[in-house]
């Protein structure tokens, strides 16, 4: 378990979700930093882990999401956010 107290949001990241398609443990999370790529967050329960994917810009239509807050995002996956956008 990842205490949450230990884990720092990341400078200008924003998190989005499909409000219609993402429901309980199968959610799915977008992530972009300021203007840089965008990244696919889905869970691999068989691994244990968070697997991340690049976004092809040209498939990314921002009108299908809406912005997720901080809180919403799970503990384990913060971690891995801290990891994957290293300052």
Not at 23 to 46: A, L, T, V
Not at 61 to 79: G, I, M, N, R, Y
Request: hydrophobic share 30%.
């Amino acid at each position: 378990m990842i205490d949450s107290r230990h884990v720092k949001g990341v400078n200008g990241l924003r998190m989005f979700i499909q409000p219609n398609k993402d429901s309980g443990e199968n959610k799915i999370f977008y992530s972009q930093r300021s203007s840089g790529p965008i990244y696919r967050w889905n869970y691999e329960k068989h691994l244990a882990k968070w697997h991340v994917a690049r976004v092809n810009a040209s498939q990314w239509s921002s009108h299908e999401f809406c912005t997720a807050s901080w809180q919403s995002v799970p503990p384990e996956l913060k971690a891995q956010l801290n990891e994957h956008y290293v300052e």
